[in-house]
């Protein structure tokens, strides 16, 4: 595509020309096609509307190597087929260690009601959880019970020796909020929602009065002989459960669904001594490396100032990973397979950050941050994606004061089905995690959020057991790809280079004293391990 556009050849002149015509694009009502002279732009667009390559990059990902929890085997994998996959496109690409976790391999989970009848439930083994070593677990279930107080709760724990305890709070419906609302009479619904608050106020003072955090309850228990540990964290919606990492070191921990984690609990209620038998495969690997996946297109013109795109890699284990953050990274890696297709000479190198443990603490980008000051320092602007399949909808300017010139100037040239969609928010706060880009903003780098619209991100695929490629929307996606891409090549060849002056945060309303940028955390070089 050199012939169309050379980057050497993009004149400021002309630079000032296409923002005239970007900037009649926010004032009517052109089509693309009309609004954009632009080849590079033309064929990022229409590349990515006739050839996409996501849904075979999610295959790929999330069918074939499956969840990338740290530590484990399958994030390794994901990382080599990553290099593997940017080879292929003919872009340069690394594995970067940046650390080393717990490693750990999930095996085959079944759990099953043996008594008072028989039933297959519902359930998996949280991360990290010990194996039962292939023989399984047969034991009763009993429920942590109400004490008067610490001294109480701990007379009471010889009771859990050879018990299976459960120690979540029984929902009071398995019916979501939205289900009761639409339903009910007001009166019912207004009934339902004061008696599951009221559950959950006296669930907490349950568990405040053993005198423990959530991790010693689990490790007391463990110490006092039970043989396992049941919990259920719904997610609030059908059929989805959170599935995070065990406290327990030498029992399963496993999480039921809140189907059948209400009915052990009411059997073990009422008397009737449910008994399970657990098997929770898993291994243990040691202390492993960590890696984040980079790759680079190189730049011709100022080869030392950086464009990113970022998206975390690795993700928890109840499921792929689809929506947190597997739709990031396939996005991201798509862009990149744009840009080096129409733009294979940049202005200012590009990179691409795949970032490990992201999800125990933004581990991966912070590493990079640490280690890279000569990135860190001389880069243009970095974007991130990290909220789930939907469509781009905010973009904030982080705080940096004159974020609106150059964001503006970019998002001119995208096209107004996917512009017209975002709000913008200049000069916005600075954020302090969430995700990757605030690695990059508590050291005064401009990294920016595309952030997503929901489709019930939080309740249903956010660390679920149903993020899975299903869930994917593949129309998001692809206008994302298109995005990215697009505020990259204008971001390589804008003349200017950006600013990251910061604003004077306003006065905090809690405090009164002035607002503090957020401060710089070290990563956790060594993880999961005492």
């Not at 194996?131 to 009763?140: F, I, L, N, R, Y």
């Not at 309850?217 to 059908?238: P, R, Y």
């Not at 609990?265 to 009422?270: F, I, W």
């Not at 950006?498 to 009164?512: M, Q």
Request: proline fraction near 5%; charged fraction near 20%.
């Amino acid at each position: 595509m050199k012939t169309f556009l050379h980057p050497k050849g993009f004149s400021a002149a002309r630079y000032a020309a296409a923002m005239f015509i970007g900037a009649s694009m926010c004032c009517g009502s052109l089509s693309f096609a009309q609004s954009s002279k632009d080849p590079v732009i033309n064929n990022i667009v229409n590349e990515e509307n006739s050839n996409s390559q996501l849904e075979k990059l999610a295959h790929e990902l999330l069918d074939v190597v499956g969840p990338r929890l740290v530590g484990s085997p399958q994030m390794k994998q994901a990382n080599d087929w990553a290099v593997k996959k940017y080879s292929d496109w003919g872009i340069s690409a690394r594995n970067e260690k940046w650390g080393e976790w717990r490693g750990w391999q999930r095996g085959v989970s079944h759990i099953d009601l043996i008594s008072p009848r028989v039933r297959t439930l519902e359930g998996t083994q949280l991360a990290w959880s010990p194996s039962t070593s292939g023989k399984g677990v047969k034991a009763e279930a009993i429920i942590l019970p109400e004490v008067a107080d610490s001294m109480a709760f701990q007379n009471w724990l010889p009771n859990v020796k050879g018990k299976l305890v459960m120690i979540s709070m029984n929902p009071v419906s398995g019916r979501p909020d939205k289900n009761w609302e639409e339903f009910a009479t007001k009166d019912l619904y207004n009934k339902f929602k004061k008696e599951k608050d009221d559950a959950a106020k006296a669930w907490k003072d349950r568990l405040t009065k053993t005198g423990l955090t959530a991790k010693n309850l689990a490790l007391a228990i463990e110490k006092a002989g039970a043989a396992g540990i049941i919990i259920n964290n719904w997610s609030q919606g059908w059929g989805v459960d959170k599935i995070f990492g065990a406290n327990t070191t030498k029992i399963p921990t496993v999480d039921l669904s809140v189907e059948d984690y209400g009915l052990v609990y009411r059997l073990a209620t009422y008397g009737s001594k449910p008994v399970l038998n657990i098997v929770s495969e898993s291994k243990e690997l040691g202390l492993v490396p960590t890696f984040n996946t980079i790759a680079e297109i190189k730049g011709t013109q100022k080869p030392n100032e950086y464009v990113m795109l970022s998206a975390h890699f690795d993700s928890w284990d109840g499921a792929s990973g689809a929506t947190d953050n597997g739709s990031g990274t396939i996005m991201m890696m798509e862009a990149m397979r744009l840009l080096k297709k129409f733009y294979p000479n940049p202005k200012r190198t590009i990179l691409v950050g795949h970032w490990g443990s992201e999800e125990q603490g933004l581990n991966g980008s912070r590493a990079f941050v640490e280690d890279h000051p000569e990135i860190v320092n001389n880069l243009q602007a970095l974007f991130n994606q990290d909220n789930g399949t939907g469509r781009v909808v905010n973009l904030s300017g982080q705080g940096f004061a004159k974020a609106k010139d150059y964001l503006t100037r970019w998002l001119a040239q995208v096209p107004d089905t996917i512009k017209n969609q975002i709000k913008t928010n200049f000069p916005g706060a600075p954020g302090g995690g969430g995700s990757d880009f605030a690695s990059f903003v508590a050291v005064g780098a401009p990294g920016f959020s595309l952030s997503s619209t929901s489709w019930d991100y939080g309740s249903y695929t956010w660390h679920t057991n149903r993020d899975s490629y299903d869930k994917l929307v593949f129309d998001e996606i692809r206008s994302n790809a298109i995005l990215a891409a697009i505020m990259v090549y204008m971001a390589c060849e804008d003349p200017e280079r950006t600013s990251n002056e910061r604003i004077t945060l306003p006065v905090n309303e809690r405090t009164g004293k002035p607002g503090v940028w957020p401060p710089q955390t070290k990563a956790i070089r060594k993880g999961g391990v005492n």
